[in-house]
């Protein structure tokens, strides 16, 4: 009988909570457009953690969604080799990459790996210059992002 009750309980604090997980998710800044049965939800744009998308270019992220994702930047000094903390680099199929900053702009961008330790790498790349900002963490979630931003389906409940 104490059982029931306490499950009873779990399952209506669980219901709320996912009540109003789904009411919180429903009121953020994307901003459905229903045309007919289709929905276009827009991933970016002002007061957004996304600010700008740029298939070349890249993307621009807020003050508040850089923080809210755990994003730290540094500027690479002198010329290369840089060194950089192996948590900075991202790897694609072969490849290594890193993110960088430039004039606000992320993007995703190639590097050679020098020589390394356990800590730390150093990279060069001819697409990186000395004042450029890379991305040393929250790396994962700059992935994730630009993953969403440059596929055609949208992570959301259409209705």
């Not at 009988?1 to 009873?8: E, L, V």
């Not at 994702?69 to 540094?74: A, D, S």
């Not at 290594?96 to 961008?109: E, H, K, N, P, Q």
Request: proline share 1%; hydrophobic share 40%.
């Amino acid at each position: 009988m104490i059982r029931q009750i306490r499950f009873k309980q779990w399952m209506v604090s669980a219901g709320l909570i996912f009540l109003t997980g789904t009411f919180a998710y429903g009121q953020t800044e994307t901003a459905e457009k229903h045309k007919g049965e289709e929905s276009e939800t827009k991933r970016f744009g002002a007061h957004m953690a996304v600010m700008e998308f740029n298939a070349e270019e890249g993307f621009k992220l807020s003050e508040k969604g850089i923080k809210s994702l755990g994003v730290t930047f540094v500027a690479l000094s002198k010329d290369a080799p840089w060194r950089v903390p192996r948590g900075a680099l991202v790897n694609i199929k072969h490849s290594t990459a890193v993110y960088r900053r430039f004039d606000g702009w992320i993007s995703l961008v190639l590097v050679k790996l020098v020589s390394g330790d356990k800590d730390t790498v150093a990279i060069s790349s001819e697409d990186l210059q000395t004042g450029d900002e890379v991305a040393i963490s929250g790396t994962q979630f700059l992935r994730m992002t630009e993953s969403d931003l440059n596929s055609d389906t949208v992570d959301t409940c259409s209705h």
